[in-house]
């Protein structure tokens, strides 16, 4: 079950928003739900307070009452998996949710390609979600491990040893492919921040670009950020040029 949470003070984007859902579910094999508030009011509180798996939240950043950079840090608190995406007219804010330690999907602007620009993104999510249970299968001599996608942080490579270093939330593995063999089999898991490293977007929260620092979701980091990426990073996590 996908349970799909938006919120918009304007009645005609929940409209449209509910709308542009249903297109793209019906297509899919999973069950959905949708719950649609004008306000984070009481309801969508207690609505955040239920432990429910694969939650979307689609919200607006600025409403009546709150602010909903405010809103994703409140549940990012609570739900470390939870996929946010912020959909707004004010493209002032992409640079601090870029620099946010809340882990945000992607930020779409209200212009004349919204539509086309969230469908594109909640296909990404599905598609993600489809995967989510897949694994990178390590032969070693007579064995072979199964290391799911979704435990892995971070890719690296060994330059000596011409092997790419696998590094879960326990452990550091070798793998035998390439990172560019790796970016090109799971582009919807992982992205390239640097020319030595591919990092899983599921696992980030934060991208700190003047220490070029990683942070993950297990309160981990690594400094294999690079300015280099920073625009193909910005444009794919914000969805704006």
């Known amino acids: 079950m996908i349970n799909f949470i938006i919120v918009d003070d304007n009645c005609m984007w929940l409209k449209q928003v509910s709308s542009i859902i249903d297109k793209i579910m019906i297509k899919t094999n999973f069950e959905y739900n949708k719950q649609l508030f004008l306000e984070y009011d009481d309801k969508f509180n207690k609505y955040v307070e239920l432990e429910l798996e694969n939650k979307i939240y689609i919200l607006d950043i600025r409403t009546n009452t709150r602010n909903g950079l405010d809103i994703a840090r409140e549940i990012r608190l609570k739900e470390v998996d939870a996929i946010i995406i912020f959909l707004t007219a004010y493209p002032e804010y992409g640079n601090e949710i870029l620099k946010s330690m809340f882990g945000i999907f992607c930020m779409i602007l209200k212009s004349d390609n919204v539509y086309q620009l969230l469908e594109q993104s909640i296909n990404e999510i599905i598609k993600r979600l489809n995967t989510s249970n897949q ?27 011409r092997k790419a270093i696998i590094q879960t939330d ?49 309160k981990s980091s690594v400094e294999l950020l690079s300015k280099k990426y920073k625009d193909k990073i910005k444009e794919r996590i914000l969805n704006i040029n």
């Open 170 to 218: 326990i452990k550091s593995i070798y793998y035998k492919k390439t990172l560019k063999a790796l970016e090109i089999e799971y582009p919807n898991i992982f992205i390239r921040t640097h020319k030595s490293c591919l990092a899983n977007v599921n696992r980030i929260i934060n991208l700190d670009f003047k220490e070029r620092k990683i942070y993950f979701n297990n």
């Open 135 to 161: 694994v990178i299968k390590i032969y070693d001599n007579n064995s072979i491990s199964f290391i799911p996608l979704s435990k892995i942080l971070y890719i690296t490579i060994d330059s000596k040893k």
